[in-house]
């Protein structure tokens, strides 16, 4: 081995040993014929390694896994669809038509990752509303605009992030929209969680309900158009079973719980972390943003819980009547 | 390495989790490997598309014995030279931005600052693959081994590289103190 080699081996032989934690002393006592020659090359290394103990900021880093996440949301096809048993009768060969037509485009999959300074960004809002269109429960379209709410914020950093304020109100102003929608479905939700039994199968099969917010709800949620809505039937619940939560449901509605939580945390965090670097022109804007933010998370929230109560309260109600029936 | 071949190949798979911990494990690394190579001004937002193309990319990838450390590397590489090509800027490194451990006394912010400052531009007077070995060895934290994967050189070449890297590095600081 020639004397290159043989320095370059011992060189790196420390370096491993200094990065495990040893010091160069420890090291050079292996090597005594070679100390003189090692031991400024090993400082010099060290030095630079603590030159390189940087941090990305704590507020880039934030941003950054946000916006992250938001991709990875978008890059994952929607798996593990719910079964739908209580959509209208022309829901499947409507959805199967439009998954096709969405799934076939090029220019759809492209737009769904665009920004708002981007030429499709107009697909990207027009393939939300279709999604919308298709998703036919009340959970499941509130859980809807909640991930839409979300990529309207990762929007809003995106475009404070390349200095483009141009679009923020504009953005602004379709998360304020999104999260409205989100309160008043999850007030349409539970003023139905509260219906009586009965009354309530057969409006949840029509097209409109009367309770304002004019969607096509049934109870389960759907979140994306998929060839396997064709898969389930359309049948007609029981009486019986449309006055009890199904596990289906419970599960949309803990979900969509979650996901109001964590983003009653986050966005608003985004937000104010972004107001520094907005021109004056664009805070006002942001500034609403954040309280609406903070104000309709914690509605939609108080309103699903709301109905939590009531539903705890017609257990009990159920179980006084077991108990007439059992003084009977 | 096991476990990474594992978050690799869910990830892989469209397991988010799973990428959403490779990114964790990798980011403050590329970040580091990102500000030696361009300096801090623009290393955010070159981070950021490293991501963003791995990301896209993630389905392409096959382990067969290249570490994903080494292919995330190679991603930020090429991000690195794209922006060095259609920028052209020259590596500026403000004294204000900064974003050291949990460094909050000004002075030794300052100081740190201003290592970084001197290492970038020190790593400015070694050859392209001397700089890329400092990059990778010591921003990127990379074996030997998984530099040579990125360098597609053999581990005896990287130790060489190593060396006459870090000896040019010392010549380099020694005449920048002298001055």
Redesign the interface.
């Known amino acids: 081995m020639n004397r290159d080699k043989e320095l370059a081996n011992i060189l790196n032989d420390c370096l491993e040993r200094l990065l495990r934690g040893e010091t160069i002393e420890q090291c050079l006592q292996d090597y005594p014929q070679y100390a003189g020659e090692i031991e400024p090359l090993l400082q010099t290394a060290m030095a630079a390694k603590k030159a390189l103990a940087i941090q990305p900021g704590v507020e880039f880093k934030a941003r950054a896994r946000y916006q992250f996440q938001s991709m990875l949301k978008e890059a994952k096809p929607r798996r593990g669809l719910p079964v739908l048993s209580w959509q209208p009768r022309w829901a499947p060969a409507l959805a199967i038509g439009l998954a096709f037509l969405l799934a076939g485009s090029g220019t759809v999959a492209a737009a769904g990752n665009s920004m708002p300074d981007s030429p499709l960004y107009p697909v990207k809002l027009a393939t939300e509303q279709a999604q919308l269109g298709l998703t036919f429960s009340d959970i499941g379209k509130a859980k809807l605009y909640v991930e839409l709410a979300d990529k309207r914020v990762a929007e809003i950093a995106y475009m404070v992030n390349q200095g483009k304020p141009e679009e923020i109100e504009a953005t602004v102003q379709r998360l304020n929209n999104h999260l409205s929608m989100v309160v008043s479905l999850s007030l349409v939700e539970g003023a139905a969680a509260g219906e009586p039994p009965a009354a309530e199968a057969a409006p949840r099969l029509m097209p409109a309900p009367a309770a304002g917010v004019a969607e096509a709800p049934t109870p389960q949620p759907v979140e994306a158009p998929a060839p396997q809505l064709a898969e389930t039937p359309a049948a007609e619940p029981a009486p019986e079973e449309a006055a009890k939560e199904l596990p289906e449901q419970a599960e949309a509605k803990a979900k969509l719980k979650e996901l109001l939580k964590q983003n009653k945390n986050i966005h608003p965090a985004v937000l104010r972390a972004l107001l520094d670097e907005v021109p004056d022109s664009a805070k006002p804007a942001l500034l609403q943003a954040i309280a609406d933010a903070e104000d309709n998370y914690q509605k939609a929230l108080d309103a699903l819980d709301e109905e939590d109560d009531d539903d705890e309260g017609k257990k009990h109600h159920g179980d006084d009547d077991e108990d007439d029936e059992e003084d009977d | 390495m096991q476990e990474e071949q594992s978050l690799t190949h869910r990830a892989r798979e ?1 397991d ?1 989790e799973a ?2 911990q490779l ?1 964790e494990n990798y ?2 690394k590329i ?2 490997y990102v ?2 190579k361009i300096g801090k001004a623009d290393a ?2 070159v ?2 598309q490293v ?2 193309k791995a ?2 990319a993630i389905a392409s990838f096959k382990w067969k014995g290249i570490p994903f450390s080494a292919w995330l590397f190679r991603i930020a590489h090429n991000q690195v030279v794209d922006y060095l090509r259609k920028e052209k800027k020259m590596v500026k490194v403000p004294l204000n931005e ?4 949990s460094d909050s006394d000004p002075q030794q912010m300052a100081e ?1 600052s201003l ?2 400052e ?2 970038i531009s020190a790593t400015r007077q070694l050859t392209r693959a001397q700089r890329e070995v ?1 990059g990778l ?3 990127g934290e990379l074996s ?1 081994a998984e530099t040579a994967r990125v360098m597609s050189k053999s581990e ?1 070449a990287i ?2 590289l ?2 006459s890297a ?2 040019a ?2 010549k380099t ?1 020694s005449e920048d103190q002298k001055q």
């Open positions: 469209g988010k990428f959403a990114y980011f403050d970040y580091r500000v030696l955010e937002d981070t950021q991501f963003i990301l896209q900064s974003s050291s451990r740190r290592d970084i001197r290492l400092i060895r010591f921003a030997i005896g130790k060489a190593q060396h870090i000896a590095l010392r600081m």
